[in-house]
T-cell receptor, first 110, second 111 residues
Framework: GEDVEQSLFLSVREGDSSVINCTYT??????LYWYKQEPGAGLQLLTY?????DMKQDQRLTVLLNKKDKHLSLRIADTQTGDSAIYFC??????????FGSGTQLTVLP | DTGVSQNPRHKITKRGQNVTFRCDPI?????LYWYRQTLGQGPEFLTY????????KSRLLSDRFSAERPKGSFSTLEIQRTEQGDSAMYLC?????????FGQGTRLTVV
């Protein structure tokens, strides 16, 4: 079956880098995604990576994929207070439906 | 605003009542998804439409739940005889075939 796991909490100081980790189980997933959710809001797509890639960079965001270990990470450079939110990783199933992790609550301290 | 629109944003209902939510996807997105999110959890997949055809339903979607997308555009999700356990955020997402874009969700509270 599909199961996506993330650590629940991460605290960083403003200006530092944040690294949010995720493990997944479905090796047939074609795409893996990172979403951001602020309190009371829907999910905002941040970035995604195709399964045959190792790395994708998009401005302050860097996604690393280790397909052998089924490990995905999201690095946020120069973390700001506006980055405080819950971050979800998600893997894509056969019907393009997403299986989400439980989310990592990122707190950015001044 | 050309994003995914969901109505209502909030719904409070008494146990046993029926409720219906609406989702208007991004124009020309042929795929539409419904998810449910409870507090402290990630969204869980409920069902998926490609155009007007409902192609996939999760085991989470009990007989009390029904979803439609009659003309391949907007979709409705109805919950009959609501239970307290149905209290959650119901999220709709649409996709042109790649990444999915989510609406703001409808928060249902069953009292």
């Amino acid at each position: 079956g599909e199961d996506v796991e993330q650590s629940l909490f991460l605290s960083v100081r403003e200006g530092d880098s944040s690294v949010i980790n995720c493990t997944y189980t479905d090796s047939s997933s074609t795409y893996l995604y990172w979403y951001k959710q602020e309190p009371g809001a829907g999910l905002q797509l941040l970035t995604y990576i195709f399964s045959n890639m190792d790395m994708k960079q998009d401005q302050r965001l860097t996604v690393l994929l280790n397909k052998k270990d089924k490990h995905l990470s999201l690095r946020i450079a120069d973390t700001q207070t506006g980055d405080s939110a819950i971050y979800f990783c998600a893997e894509e199933g056969s019907a393009r439906q997403l299986t989400f992790g439980s989310g990592t609550q990122l707190t950015v301290l001044p | 605003d050309t994003g995914v629109s969901q109505n209502p944003r909030h719904k409070i209902t008494k146990r046993g009542q029926n409720v219906t939510f609406r989702c208007d996807p991004i124009s020309e997105h042929n795929r539409l998804y419904w998810y449910r999110q409870t507090l402290g959890q990630g969204p869980e997949f409920l069902t998926y439409f490609q155009n007007e055809a409902q192609l996939e339903k999760s085991r989470l979607l009990s007989d009390r739940f029904s979803a439609e997308r009659p003309k391949g555009s907007f979709s409705t999700l109805e919950i009959q005889r609501t239970e307290q356990g149905d209290s959650a955020m119901y999220l709709c997402a649409s996709s042109p075939g790649g990444e999915a874009f989510f609406g703001q969700g409808t928060r249902l509270t069953v009292v």
